[in-house]
């Protein structure tokens, strides 16, 4: 069974300050997302990654796929208070020709303080 | 606008009740499917559909239905609703493969007493 584990689980950041968040999974995907949960709100798409090695950019985050060590990381450079949210990566698999299964980490709480 | 129609917004359920939650999207998408987010599980995948007339099981499916007739709906039934039931559910839809990502819903939250 795929297991998504996200760290930290909560984050607390100065704006103007650099950190990582990390999303570690069991085997083998196809595709991983990164998403943005505001309170009460919808998931929005950050970024798609589909192979070992693509790196993507936007603004203050960026995200990095690797494959092999089953591993992606979403930086944020500098941050800013508009950024607090709950980040999510989620692992998408192929189950057959047809259908895939998306599973979500638990989340990532981030929240920037003056 | 395009994208995945969810109603209602809020809703509560007393025990016992049954309702169904609406889902609709207007891109064309094969794939669509039922999420439930509670505190500090992320979302869970409760069922799936590739397409009209086909459907299956994800993660957490007991105590909910789903059928898909049409390309553009998919609607979930709370057969008989619980207070562990009780969670902000989301609908989602994409191509396959989701090589532009999954499109969610705004969500319904839902309280069972």
């Known amino acids: 069974e795929l297991k998504v584990e996200q760290n930290p689980l909560f984050l607390s950041m100065q704006e103007g300050k650099n950190y990582t968040i990390y999303c570690n999974y069991s085997t083998t995907s196809d595709r991983l997302y990164w998403y943005r949960q505001d309170p009460g709100k919808s998931l929005e798409s950050l970024f798609v990654l589909l192979s070992n090695g693509a790196v993507k950019q936007e603004g203050r985050l960026m995200a990095s796929l690797d494959t092999k060590a089953r591993l992606s990381t979403l930086h944020i450079t500098a941050a800013v208070h508009d950024l607090s949210a709950t980040y999510f990566c989620a692992v998408d698999i192929d189950l057959t020709g047809t259908a895939s299964k998306l599973t979500f980490g638990t989340g990532t709480r981030l929240q920037v303080t003056l | 606008n395009a994208g995945v129609t969810q109603t209602p917004k809020f809703q509560v359920l007393k025990t016992g009740q049954s309702m169904t939650l609406q889902c609709a999207q207007d891109?064309?998408?094969?794939?669509m499917s039922w999420y439930r987010q509670d505190p500090g599980m992320g979302l869970r995948l409760i069922h799936y559909?590739?397409?009209?007339?086909?459907?299956d099981q994800g993660e957490v499916p007991n105590g909910y239905n789903v059928s898909r007739s049409t390309t553009e709906d998919f609607p979930l039934r709370l057969l008989s609703a619980a207070p562990s039931q009780t969670s902000v559910y989301f609908c989602a839809s994409s191509y396959f493969p989701s090589n532009y990502g999954y499109t969610f819903g705004s969500g319904t939250r839902l309280t069972v007493v």
């Open positions: 891109m064309n998408h094969e794939y």
């Open positions: 559909s590739v397409g009209a007339g086909i459907t």
